[in-house]
């Protein structure tokens, strides 16, 4: 690569790492702007349209639960404000960055630095051990010097409550344990925003509460927070709910005035 | 590769280490037969080349009309090392002897005496004195170390032989002479003697030495000599010129053959070619094993690659780990190759080199061999690896959370897998297996290729074995002869005296009497011809076979071009592929001048025969043959006995030659036809050998393949089997499933099989030193089907008693 090619490089680098953080934002601009995204899936029978011009807005800050029934379009939602999907048309701005400009390689060293994900079924890797998992996206992105890499990772686990599990394997913990070992993954590289799909969907209601109070917590942190749950106690922890009906945000479905704020949901 | 990364990848290692062990020993059999091979492909040829030069072989043998005495040969000699590109001469002699054997007459094998004059500096064509020393006195001989076991014969004790024109004498073996430049005797069914030329008169021969042997450079002042024929060929022309001019001689033939290539040169080139072929092979087979396994690998920890994905890893980072994999698994292989390689290779080294009948000076291989070997080593499986890594890295967060270890189905494949279910008393296990089989289709297809290569290489191996026997069939069927009586051809005898003779004889049938002689091709403008024939007058030569007139032994072969020969024809010769294809300028309708004992004789080529039968070599008839050199006596009676079995044969070849004998006829040998098939068979061995043993190690690692591939599906379907369990699927169904499926994929292999198969065949049944007919081994087909069936069904039991030994807790938790 010439010195040009480089200095373009680093600069785009820069300019995801920059944007990413979301600090830069106007506290006006939304943290996340979706603008009549369609995304439709091909399969060999027929076409599946999973949303229907899905127009969004979510400030920072905020605490958002995507709900809906099954097939009703909330994981094809998170994933894609995730990057890990593409929609078929429509515009999304996540932090800052049009996600759509960005290629695949781009879009996973964003996601280490934007935004934190937690998955249903934890999704550990199960050959390192819990400090390591947590350690790991620190390694990807490389914000965070090595040497204060596992401090911060076993103080993210402390964070979580499962510090004295730091140095087993991802098998020899629970289901909440693994959950909550996921979530300070999530949280390795201080992203703005967090993404969760179902991420009470495979532990027992308790267990569940305590992983949703954590989210409350660090909602309260200031941190920006979406999650996809079928959970009906949601409520009591979220600032806002977006219901979805067949790939459209449902109409006349809004937060109650006195807990949540007024969501921003365009026509 | 960050830290963590590697120690992922170290516990990844940890965690497949059965697979992993597998897949470096798979990868290290067909490096360790890769390598073996290579290296001995290297040694071989050098080691050969190496023993062919120490002798100084001539660059031209120029054999005079008459032979003239010792020391007016010497005188020439040193007259001829002053002629212009010449480096050394001298003077030699040759001929064949009868050897009796144990219990009276004359045995099958002839022994080819070199003869010297004592004071012969021996700078060229030398050999090396092993027990004795040269030149050996009048009445002594020394004999080529691989001659003793043929001839039965011992040192220290006496020899009786018979010359052409002597009476039966005793030889003394005084000593053992290793001769590298000579095809041993074995293999030949001839042995090799060295005499001095004090020993002529004890022979009965004249004391005369007819060959000049000279050393031609490329150009005057040069002492190394041509490695061009052409160049060779000239400044001998120049000599003979100078001879006749100077000593007013006449020259019988100029021999020149190729330079710097042992007369086994084309037998060890097919050999090693074939070696090379099987290597390259063996490394193909080794890409697609890599390919097969990595990709299992690779596609397991597809999930993973996910998560990794999701939390920032960009896709160089991926790549990166499963490069280092690979790197890991081919150093380990590589590593573990090295020497197996090379014990390989000196164990199987001397055993060719001593079916050349050459000794190794040293066994170990040019470093640049080891430098190829690593860098195949680890190279080999890089580069094949290398799609499935790229694609691997390249899977999107997305395709690794849609990942279920099956393949998107096209409208086809459902369709076909719908009419599947259809079929009526079908087990639906059998089914299930069937249809898993194209779940992966890129792993069931290097699946396939794997067990498809290996058994490519079996049955194609086992085929040119079963065509080169059909050759040898085909020829035995086509002779129709039991013993060959090969006269000496100066007794002006009529043909019909000499097989009246015979006729009589208890056990004979039938009598024919033909003639072989040598010849070779004068070129136009020319009073001699310029041969190819080495030193032994065998390998080289040009044979040319006087067919008698209602001959019933010989049918008209298949031609080529033109047509046989008519029945008395004259003036006519046909010639058979392997000469035609030694001169490449003639055609049916062209004429050409043969020097048919010594004398220039003109022929029409009425057409060119495929090589079956009757060997190769130029055919003529009986009155052609009179009417070109006014010989009426045949040199050879063919003779059928009534039981075609070995007793028959040499009971009748002892009386024809007593009866002969008797007759005042000199009888040069008198053996059954098996001596020629031993001969055929000596040639062939090395090539079984290798053949047997690639397809065996080929095989091996098919087999291996398989078990990794099985062992990845079971572990990548962990899940599924978890699920068949819950629903009450008990373990013996899991592991027919599994079973069932390794079995399938050994089926269609073995069909996709016939496509290397067949190009092997092809290309070994082209580049063997014997003729070989095509043809696909019926046995060896079935006996791959048999072997690749079973050990598919062996290679996945281990896999599938795992499937079913998983508890469905352990299914479903699985990552």
Known sequence: ?267 | MTRLLFVKLLRDLRGAWERIVLMILALSITLVMFSGVFYTWGVTGREMARAYLSTNPASATIWLERGLNADEMAAIAVEARKQPGIIDATSRTQFTLQVQQEGGGWGPNPLQIFVAAPDDPMRIENFTVEQGSWPPAAGEILIDRSSFDLLKLEVGEAVVVQAPNGAPTSLRISGVVYDPALAPSFQEQKGHGFISAESLPVLGEPVALDALNIQVADQPGLITPSRDRDVIVATARDLVGWLQQTYGVAIREIQVPTPYAHPHQAQADSLLLGLLVFGVAGLLLSAILVATMLNGLFTQQIPQIGIMKAIGARSSRVLQLYLLMTLVIAVASTALAIVPGIFISRAFTPAILTLLGVDAESLTAPAWMYAVVIAAGLGVPLLFALASLVKTSRTTVREALDYRGVDRRGDISARFDAGLGRLRGLDRTVLMAFRNIFRRRARFLLSVGLLASAGGVFVGGMSTMAGFQASLDRERELRRWDVDVRLAGIDQVLADALTNLVADLPGVTRVEGWSTLQTSVIPPGQQFSVTRTYPDQGHGSIAVTVVPPDSSLMDPPPMLEGHWLGPNETGAIGISQGVAEDLPDIRSGDTIQLSIGGRPTNWRVVGIAESVGHGGGIFITQEGFEAATGVSQPNLLRIVTDNHDEETRTAVAQAAERTLTDAGIVVLSAASVSRSAAAGAGHMLPLILVFLGLSIAMSVVGFAGLASTMSTNVLERTREFGVMSAIGAPASTVRRLVVLEGIFIAVVSCMIAAIPALLLTAIMTGVLPMPGTFQISVSGVVIWIVVVVLGAALATLAPASQASRLTVREALAYL
Request: net charge negative.
């Open chain 1, 1 to 267: 690569m010439n010195s040009n090619g480089l200095q373009e490089s680093t600069t785009r680098r820069q300019a995801i790492a920059g944007r990413s953080s979301g600090e830069g934002l106007p506290l006006s601009e939304p943290l996340i702007d979706l603008h009549q995204v369609v995304k439709t899936y091909e399969s060999p029978s027929q076409p599946f349209t999973a949303l229907r011009g899905i127009s969004l807005q979510v400030r920072a800050g905020e605490f958002v639960a995507v709900v809906g029934k099954s097939g009703s379009g909330k994981t094809t939602l998170l994933n894609i404000l995730a990057g890990i999907d593409r929609p078929t048309s429509g515009a999304i701005s996540v932090a800052g960055t049009q996600l759509h400009a960005l290629s695949e390689s781009q879009l996973a060293e964003w996601r280490g630095r934007t935004i934190g994900l937690v998955f249903q079924f934890f999704q550990l890797l199960p050959t390192l051990t819990i400090v390591e998992n947590v350690m790991l996206p620190m390694d990807f992105v490389e914000i965070i010097p090595a040497a204060e890499r596992r401090p911060k990772a076993l103080k993210l686990l402390e964070r979580v409550g499962i510090r004295d599990q730091a140095d087993k394997l991802p098998v020899t913990l629970s289901g909440g344990e693994q959950q909550r070992a996921a979530i300070a993954r999530a949280l390795a590289n201080d992203p703005p925003l967090l993404l969760a799909d179902e991420p009470t969907g495979n532990l027992d209601s308790a267990t569940g509460t305590s992983v949703l109070e954590l989210f409350a917590n660090l909602n309260a942190e200031g941190r920006t927070i979406v999650v996809v749950t079928h959970e009906r106690d949601v409520r009591r922890y979220i600032g806002r709910q977006v219901m979805l009906r067949d790939g459209r945000v449902a109409d006349g479905v809004q937060p109650e005035a006195d807990q949540l704020e007024p969501a921003e949901v365009r026509p």
